[in-house]
């Protein structure tokens, strides 16, 4: 199979997309929040399971169950299987993670045809692999950064913390890689890979803005 590398952006007008992938911990988030600030976009994480639950008329708590970004936590703590795509305890076979992630995809699709966009996870720079403008970066960070920020915020130990790392990472590789032609984290993947502890939060979201503004032609 020929490696996926991102298509480079082909307009220069109409909505822009900038979707980010990102180690856990490594601030991806507040950086994307950041941004949807500096550039006026609208910003999209969990929000895009309510924009899918309301586009197919199924329950958000559906979406919740078979998202990437489910209960990294609830993994360690239980030591519930790896795979991001095994059905739900609750609800079977009923609703098929493939379908789910179909549905999602079209969530994603239409809010990025409609107005500017980030987004965070999910696949999105391969969902929207095709919009004209649109431009994908991953996010990493140093080790002991993501520690003490997952430390934290879950208000875990140390050993606790490095586990959940390594789970969530796992998770959200086999996510991506599973869904698409690319390889989670490969800089040839991205249009800009870039370590959030070289910077800091601010001052990376502010590389990713200049970065977005030249490479999309923002005004």
């Avoid at 586990?163 to 796992?170: F, H, K, N, T, Y």
């Amino acid at each position: 199979m020929t490696p996926y590398s991102p298509p480079i952006p082909s307009a220069t007008t109409g909505p822009y997309v900038i979707c980010i992938g990102r180690q856990l911990g490594s601030g991806g988030r507040q950086i994307g929040k950041l941004l949807s600030q500096k550039l006026g976009m609208a910003y999209y994480d969990s929000e895009i399971l309510s924009l899918a639950a309301d586009h197919s008329g199924i329950s958000r708590e559906v979406f919740l169950r078979s998202d990437e970004h489910k209960g990294i936590l609830h993994h360690v703590l239980s030591a519930l299987s790896p795979s991001p795509l095994a059905p739900t305890e609750i609800y079977g076979n009923q609703f098929d993670p493939d379908h789910l992630f179909q549905l999602q995809s079209q969530a994603i699709q239409k809010a990025a045809g409609e107005h500017s966009c980030i987004f965070i996870g999910r696949a999105a720079d391969y969902v929207l692999r095709h919009h004209p403008r649109c431009i994908s970066v991953f996010i990493s960070a140093n080790a002991e950064d993501r520690c003490r920020r997952i430390m934290e915020k879950e208000k875990v130990n140390r050993a606790t913390a490095l586990r959940m790392l390594e789970i969530g990472d796992r998770k959200r590789a086999d996510f991506y890689n599973f869904y698409t032609q690319g390889t989670w984290g490969a800089a040839d993947t991205y249009h800009l890979s870039i370590n959030s502890s070289t910077l800091g939060i601010a001052a990376t979201a502010d590389v990713i803005a200049e970065f977005a503004k030249k490479t999309l032609k923002i005004n």
